[in-house]
């Protein structure tokens, strides 16, 4: 059934929609902000009244984004309960999950090439989800001994890096495509590997 247009409300919020709708089936810069006032039900002219531009507006949708991603995996992380290495093993399926119910706002934050200090409230939203895996890793790098121990901040970015690659290339397949295996695995063999190396799992026998 096709969406109707824009009536009353929120207008604001009405083209942060149309805009995610437009990124997640054409990307980031697939789309006009005429395009998505049109999708919204209303004029050009009116989305100046709330964004200065396209960027201005992709950059609303990843701030978003950010909250709904931050959200996640604080609850995932559940203040490292019941363990530290249960709850980073949650984080990280966190950040799969993300990337599949959220394909439009995973897009702006990653994909669309804007920087997230551009604006206070993004940069903020940016800092705050980067906070969890930083906390997280933080927790994690206390179980391992001093001399071994690497920086929270590169235990934090590894797992990053390692997340955001199987998402790229293995959780935002097109329909009919097949991967090895499936992201999950990916996910959880790969960081089982990473905490292995660094004596925080036993090693297989």
């Not at 089936?25 to 209303?42: C, D, I, N």
């Not at 050009?44 to 709904?68: K, N, S, T, W």
């Not at 980067?130 to 901040?153: C, D, F, G, Y």
Request: aromatic share 8%; charged share 20%.
């Amino acid at each position: 059934m096709p969406k109707q247009g824009y009536h009353h409300g929120n207008l604001r919020q009405a083209l942060v929609e149309a805009a995610l709708d437009l990124i997640e089936t054409r990307g980031p810069q697939g789309f006009t902000l005429s395009e998505a006032a049109k999708s919204a039900g209303v004029t050009p002219a009116a989305v100046y009244r709330h964004f200065e531009g396209r960027d201005d507006l992709i950059a609303e949708c990843a701030r978003q984004g950010y909250a709904i991603f931050a959200d996640l995996m604080e609850h995932a992380w559940a203040g490292g309960q019941p363990s530290a290495l249960v709850a980073f093993g949650a984080v990280g399926r966190a950040y799969l999950a993300f990337a599949r119910r959220f394909p439009g706002h995973y897009t702006a934050m990653f994909e669309a090439g804007l920087s997230p200090n551009r604006a206070p409230l993004l940069a903020q939203a940016a800092e705050r989800a980067e906070a969890v895996m930083a906390q997280a890793a933080e927790a994690l790098s206390r179980h391992i001994p001093e001399a071994r121990r690497p920086p929270a901040a590169m235990f934090s970015a590894h797992v990053w890096a390692l997340s955001h690659g199987v998402v790229e290339l293995y959780g935002r397949a097109a329909p009919g495509t097949r991967a090895p295996f499936s992201p999950d695995d990916l996910l959880e063999t790969g960081i089982g590997i990473y905490l292995r190396g660094l004596g925080l799992i036993a090693a297989d026998t």
